[in-house]
């Protein structure tokens, strides 16, 4: 008899990029304590379904520029698959699949019925205006009729995208089906069918979070001094929750550098400029520092809500802080991860921290199939108690067993994912 590797040929994949191969080596770190049959865990590593387009765009000047665009769905194991566009220079097939499959995991340590996808276009969102957004997503929404669909894969704004970004989504999407499908993307403006508290979700998320961390590490959030990375959806919003928490924060940055002053920043005038001109870029209070010395600065919590791949084998010996709280997706690297396991500085990983946006987005979905809105407080309410129970869970995990919350949380979502697949088995 053949043996499985003559069968089949798994290795120079199109998604098999350094951002993949990471998200795989963090499932490979999990799956000894997750209990997997390893067939399962085999079909785990590869996504279910990965899209590439590419959208002719007009441009404002009339010419016209082809963009390509990704759509990768890693599992539909336990329903629809769930996961935000992003628009940015660095997009690609492969970053997509490692981000659909944090999706999926995400999801399911969530306890919400939704596999992971994840998709985007390479463009330059800074150098584009409103009409050409607006042409690029409608076309980009396009394309991607034959795999989407409100029972199929919701999308959900990511970086560079927004509210608007998902009206324009669920307006295309609508115009096709000839009535208004609410349902088919989450993150959407209130009067269309969003929810209330889905904006804040994921920066308040991640606050809720850290403080569920403090508890149990018997700290007082109040009393430490934290530095955020990142002042957009998430970074913004987190820092916003942290001062009304009572805690400090010492510094952030956005694409224009960081702001650093010892004494803590002025976060609600802040939010305000950054709002209003798009970026920190002219702040003139406190001291400018660079987006490496950010990152070096002592401080109690440091919150990574910018981008992957932050945090690596080259700079994670300098951090000075004492929790590292990820906000956005694959903030560390493996090798950063390893060094900081080394230093015992305890990471809040991504699949768990920055879940409220999806959370949200799941009451989103819900209220929208059953025509029933709930109020702010229901919400907050609901986030909370997931993100508590989700959290109590991958810290009993990895007290049990003594891995990493990386790897528990990591436990956590695989584990369901294997016996929802286990159950269901293989078809034909
Ligand atoms: N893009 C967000 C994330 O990475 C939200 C996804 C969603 O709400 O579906 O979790």
């Known amino acids: ?218 700290w007082k959030l109040a009393e430490q001094r934290c530095v955020v990375q990142g002042f957009g959806n998430v970074g913004g919003i987190a820092a916003q929750e942290l001062v009304e928490r009572g805690a400090t924060v010492l510094a952030v940055s956005d694409v224009s550098g960081g702001v650093y002053d010892p004494a803590g920043l002025d976060i609600p005038t802040m939010s305000a400029f950054a709002k209003a001109n798009g970026s920190l870029e002219g702040w003139a209070t406190g001291q400018r520092i660079s987006n490496e010395e950010l990152l070096e600065l002592e401080c109690d919590i440091l919150v990574l809500a910018a981008r992957e791949d932050q945090i690596t084998g080259e700079n994670a010996s300098r951090l000075r802080c004492r929790l590292i709280a990820e906000g956005a997706n694959g903030p560390t690297s493996l090798a950063g991860d390893a060094i900081l396991r080394e230093r015992a500085i305890p990471i809040l990983p991504d699949i768990l921290t920055n879940a409220g946006g999806v959370t949200v987005s799941y009451f989103e979905w819900v209220q929208d199939l059953g025509r029933l809105f709930w109020n702010r407080d229901e919400i907050r309410a609901k986030l909370a108690e997931k993100l508590n129970d989700a959290f109590d869970r991958v810290w009993e995990i990895a007290g049990e067993r003594e891995v990493t919350l990386r790897t528990a949380a990591l436990v956590a979502g695989i584990r369901d994912v294997s016996e929802a697949l286990t159950a269901r088995g293989l078809y034909p």
């Not at 669909?149 to 669920?170: E, L, S």
Request: glycine share 8%.
């Open 1 to 218: 008899m053949a043996s499985v590797e003559e069968v089949g040929l798994h290795d120079h994949l199109e998604w098999d990029t350094p951002l993949y191969r990471t998200a795989i080596a963090q499932f490979d770190q999990a799956i000894p304590y997750a209990n997997v049959p390893v067939d399962i865990a085999e079909r785990l590593r590869y996504p279910e379904r990965a899209f590439i387009v590419s959208c002719p765009v007009r441009l404002d000047d009339g010419r016209r520029v082809v963009f390509p665009g990704y759509r990768v769905q890693h599992s539909s194991v336990l329903g629809p698959t769930k996961g935000g566009v992003r628009f940015d220079q660095e997009v690609t097939l492969g970053e997509c699949a490692a981000l659909a499959v944090w999706m999926t995991w995400k999801c399911a340590l969530l306890r919400l019925p939704y596999g992971g996808a994840k998709g985007g276009v390479r463009c330059n969102p800074r150098a584009m205006s409103q009409g050409e957004l607006e042409r690029l997503t409608r076309r980009f929404t396009s394309e991607l009729l034959p795999i989407i669909g409100p029972q199929v894969d919701i999308a959900a704004p990511d970086m560079a995208t927004n509210a608007q970004t998902m009206a324009w989504m669920m307006d295309t999407y609508s115009m096709q089906r000839g009535f208004a499908v609410p349902e088919i993307v989450t993150g959407k403006p209130i009067s269309i069918g969003g929810s209330v508290f889905r904006h804040e979700a994921t920066g308040a998320g991640v606050v809720m979070v850290i403080a569920r961390a403090c508890e149990r590490l018997e």
